[in-house]
């Protein structure tokens, strides 16, 4: 399923895919695609880990995105404990440093952490949450336009949107059939009270008449 390949000294070991790991890759997605659908909603709060979020970041970090020889991000994050966290990103290796690394900060991402776990997950874009102001970046303007691009963001991002796509598709096609209902069943009344109303005045009539000729 996986192949070791140990590097030289000062690099990481890497671990690869073997051929028969790569043919699990469909089924993988699957599930993926079942538990955007049926299972994934959003973090519950002891699972807002802010350690846990980066290190997923730091490995769908687009190097070639970036062109850069290091990049410096600052996440200071609200809704948790009140640290700085740092990703480090150089072109051989990326890393989660919980100590400032000591090199200039070329963006800091201050954000609640919910939101961005939103964010990582697909549950809402990043243009949507810097809308909100529920995540602001700071740095250069051309750092700033080109951060969403920096990142693959989770590998079931791209389900997630599709699966709440498809609800909110639901919601609305089930929102129509309601008013539709509510408008023949207003119809529907309507006419009955109309027969109501014309059946009392004719039995009033044929009352009247009744006195009349008595």
């Given amino acids: 399923m996986l192949e070791r390949r140990d590097a030289s000294r000062g690099k990481r070991t890497e671990y690869r895919l073997t051929s028969a790991g790569r043919e699990l890759q469909p089924i993988i997605d699957l599930f993926g695609g079942w538990g955007a659908r049926w299972a994934f909603g959003d973090p519950r709060p002891n699972e807002l880990d802010p350690i846990v979020l980066l290190w997923w970041m730091r490995r769908r970090v687009c190097i070639e995105a970036i062109g850069r020889r290091r990049v410096v991000i600052q996440f200071d994050?609200?809704?948790?404990?009140?640290?700085?966290?740092?990703?480090?990103?150089?072109?051989?290796?990326?890393?989660?440093?919980?100590?400032?690394?000591?090199?200039?900060?070329?963006?800091?991402?201050?954000?609640?952490?919910?939101?961005?776990y939103r964010v990582w997950l697909g549950r809402v874009t990043l243009s949507e949450a810097l809308r909100r102001q529920q995540v602001q970046l700071?740095?250069?303007?051309?750092?700033?336009?080109?951060?969403?691009?920096?990142?693959?963001?989770?590998?079931?991002?791209?389900?997630?949107?599709?699966?709440?796509?498809?609800?909110?598709?639901?919601?609305?096609?089930?929102?129509?059939?309601?008013?539709?209902?509510?408008?023949?069943?207003?119809?529907?009344?309507?006419?009955?009270?109309a027969d109501c109303r014309d059946s009392a005045k004719s039995q009033t009539r044929c009352l009247l008449r009744v006195l009349c000729h008595e």
Wanted: overall charge negative.
């Fill in 138 to 193: 700071d740095g250069t303007s051309s750092d700033v336009r080109s951060f969403s691009h920096w990142f693959s963001w989770s590998p079931m991002a791209d389900a997630v949107r599709a699966a709440l796509a498809d609800r909110r598709a639901a919601s609305d096609n089930r929102h129509h059939v309601t008013l539709a209902r509510v408008a023949d069943t207003e119809i529907l009344t309507g006419g009955l009270r």
């Fill in 77 to 116: 994050f609200s809704g948790g404990p009140r640290q700085s966290y740092w990703l480090l990103i150089e072109r051989t290796d990326v890393s989660v440093c919980l100590k400032n690394p000591g090199f200039d900060i070329d963006v800091l991402v201050s954000a609640d952490i919910l939101a961005f």
